[in-house]
Antibody, heavy 121, light 107 residues
Framework: EVQLVESGGGLVKPGGSLRLSCAASGFTFSNYNMNWVRQAPGKGLEWVSCISAGSGYIYYADSVKGRFTISRENAKNSLYLQMSSLRAEDTAVYFC??????????????WGQGALVTVSS | EIVLTQSPATLSLSPGERATLSCRASQSVSSYLAWYQQKPDQAPRLLISDASIRATGIPARFSGSGSGTDFTLTISSLEPEDFAVYYCQQRNNWPLTFGGGTKVEIK
């Protein structure tokens, strides 16, 4: 059974930093693109970032470019999102999601339960 | 950036009725469009990929159609568990984008 479990969410002050993790199991992690998708409270879904299976390419939404860094450790079946210079508008539930392709431009076939990040003073 | 516009924002229907949801893209996405279902406090679930291909385990009452800029998700006969929010998503271009969602609520 495919499982994605996010951790690391919490309350952080504007301008602060936070690192999210996603632990994957039930599939060959190193064969899949992985993504972060977020959802602000009561709002719709927003794609944040994608990393290819071998970390060869990485994409970001303009809203987080230069502030967020996606990475992965295939040996540990883990995906990360390092978030810095956080703003109130980054407040959201952050989902880890498996991509359906190997070359990017994904759909998302499995999702974690989400980690809430709240940016507030 | 490709903007996806979903309509209506809210659809009020009774169980057993047919639901027709629309997603319009600001430019062609070919057939690279997916549909997701999200229930309160849950992660989204992939229903349809490439405009019309049902994901594994998705009931046949869900169907997708369209290409280019106009897409439709049809639920042929609403079951109680189908009342939820539905999102479309394109993978034709970066950045990947979602529509704003359609809430299907019980009338």
């Amino acid at each position: 059974e495919v499982q994605l479990v996010e951790s690391g969410g919490g309350l952080v002050k504007p301008g602060g930093s936070l690192r999210l993790s996603c632990a994957a199991s039930g599939f060959t992690f190193s064969n899949y693109n992985m993504n972060w998708v977020r959802q602000a409270p009561g709002k719709g879904l927003e794609w944040v970032s994608c990393i290819s299976a071998g970390s060869g390419y990485i994409y970001y939404a303009d809203s987080v470019k230069g502030r967020f860094t996606i990475s992965r450790e295939n040996a540990k079946n883990s995906l990360y999102l390092q978030m810095s210079s956080l703003r109130a508008e980054d407040t959201a539930v952050y989902f880890c999601a498996r991509g359906t392709s190997t070359y990017g431009l994904d759909y998302f076939d499995y999702w974690g339960q989400g980690a809430l990040v709240t940016v507030s003073s | 950036e490709i903007v996806l516009t979903q309509s209506p924002a809210t659809l009020s229907l009774s169980p057993g009725e047919r639901a027709t949801l629309s997603c319009r893209a600001s430019q062609s996405v070919s057939s690279y469009l997916a549909w997701y279902q999200q229930k309160p406090d849950q992660a989204p679930r992939l229903l349809i990929s490439d405009a019309s291909i049902r994901a594994t385990g998705i009931p046949a009452r869900f169907s997708g159609s369209g290409s280019g800029t106009d897409f439709t998700l049809t639920i042929s006969s609403l079951e109680p568990e189908d009342f939820a929010v539905y999102y479309c998503q394109q993978r034709n271009n970066w950045p990947l984008t979602f529509g704003g969602g359609t809430k299907v609520e019980i009338k």
